[in-house]
């Protein structure tokens, strides 16, 4: 079961976000570039576990940026996770990062 995870921020930076990440899990993020997302810092653990650190406003059709996650407007910082298993290890490892909050798991 593929297990899917949310946190926001409005402390830091998405590039502060992935440095913290860096220093806890030891996660290599590179930058990249989608028209549906804009841009994004992407990093895989050894598990195949994805982390993406990327703006809650994302460019829309209209010219206009689009929330991501429109129940957290007030959340200008995304962390997602897309792991093949849920993982308490990296929550615990997270929960330790200031101003990060952890928003109601999901399935995709």
Not at 55 to 74: C, F, K, R, S, V
Request: proline share 6%.
């Amino acid at each position: 079961m593929t297990a899917f995870d949310t946190y926001g921020t409005s402390v830091h930076t998405a590039r502060q976000l992935a440095d913290l990440v860096t220093d806890r899990l030891g996660a290599a993020f590179t930058e990249r570039d989608s028209d549906h997302l804009g841009a994004f810092l992407l990093a895989t653990l050894s598990d195949a576990t994805r982390i993406q650190v990327q703006p809650n406003a994302i460019p829309g059709d209209d010219g206009d940026d689009d929330l991501y996650d429109e129940q957290h407007p007030d959340l200008p910082v995304l962390l997602l996770i897309t792991a093949p298993s849920p993982d308490t290890v990296i929550h615990d490892q997270l929960a330790g990062i200031e101003g990060l909050v952890r928003l109601a798991p999901t399935r995709r």
